[in-house]
C-alpha cells in the first residue's frame, strides 16, 4: 500500500511540474514580416504594430507570441531574400505586410506578385499559416499602375486559401492627426486605430491556428 501511495505521490507531483510545460508548449508563436510599418519606424519597440497586436490578443485570451521582423525601406524582393532566416523553426503563422515600397518606387506590379507568391509558399511548405496584409497603390501612380496592384492582394488571398486583412493603413491613411510628421508612417495613435481594425482578423486567424483549421 505504502508503495502504490507513493506512485500515486510521484504522478501528481509529475502532473504539477508538467502543467506549465503544457501550457508553454500551447503557445502560438507568430512573426510579423514587412517593413516600416511592421518594423514600427520612429516608434518605441513596445508601439510597434507586432507588440501591440499581440497586447491586444493576450487581452482577449490568445496565448500568442508575435515577433517583429519588420526591416524600414523593405520591399517584396528584399522580403523574399529573408524570409527563410528571418522566419524561425516553430514559427505558427506569419503576417506578411509587404509591398508598399514596391508601389512607392513603381516597381511593376506583376514582379510584386511573383515575389508575394514566393514568399506565400516558401511558407506553406513549411507549414507555416500566413495572414495576407493588403494594400493599396498610391494615387500619384495613377490609375493604370493601381489596376494591376491593388488586385494583388485579395486574388492570392483567395488563390492560395489565406486570410486576408484587405489594407494595413485602413481608418489612418487620410488622418494626419494619426501620422507622423513624415505623413507616412503611423504614430501611437495610428498604431492603436490599426490595431483595433486588425484584431478580428487576427482572432480568426489564432483561432484557426489552435484547432487546426
Do not use: C
Request: no cysteine; aromatic share 8%; glycine share 12%.
Amino acid at each position: 500500500m505504502r508503495i502504490k501511495g507513493f506512485r500515486t505521490f510521484l504522478l501528481a507531483i509529475t502532473a504539477i511540474v508538467m502543467m506549465p510545460l503544457a501550457s508553454h508548449a500551447a503557445t502560438l508563436n507568430l512573426v510579423g514580416f514587412g517593413d516600416s510599418l511592421m518594423a514600427g519606424y520612429q516608434l518605441p519597440p513596445d508601439d510597434a504594430f507586432p507588440a501591440r497586436l499581440e497586447k491586444a490578443l493576450r487581452e482577449k485570451g490568445h496565448d500568442v507570441t508575435i515577433s517583429n521582423a519588420g526591416v524600414s525601406g523593405d520591399t517584396t524582393s528584399g522580403g523574399l531574400a529573408r524570409i527563410d532566416w528571418s522566419v524561425p523553426d516553430g514559427t505558427k503563422g506569419v503576417i506578411l505586410e509587404l509591398g508598399a515600397n514596391d508601389a512607392l518606387r513603381g516597381i511593376a506590379p506583376e514582379e510584386s506578385r511573383k515575389n508575394l507568391i514566393a514568399m506565400i509558399e516558401k511558407l506553406k511548405s513549411r507549414g507555416i499559416a500566413v495572414l495576407l496584409v493588403g494594400m493599396m497603390a498610391p494615387p500619384n501612380m495613377g490609375g493604370d499602375y493601381a489596376g494591376r496592384f491593388d488586385p494583388i492582394y485579395p486574388e492570392l488571398a483567395k488563390t492560395y486559401g489565406t486570410e486576408l486583412y484587405p489594407f494595413f493603413l485602413d481608418g489612418v491613411v487620410e488622418d494626419a492627426k494619426l501620422k507622423i510628421e513624415d505623413g507616412m508612417h503611423p504614430n501611437s495613435d495610428g498604431i492603436g486605430v490599426i490595431v483595433g481594425r486588425f484584431l478580428p482578423v487576427a482572432e480568426r486567424f489564432v483561432q484557426s491556428l489552435a484547432t487546426g483549421g
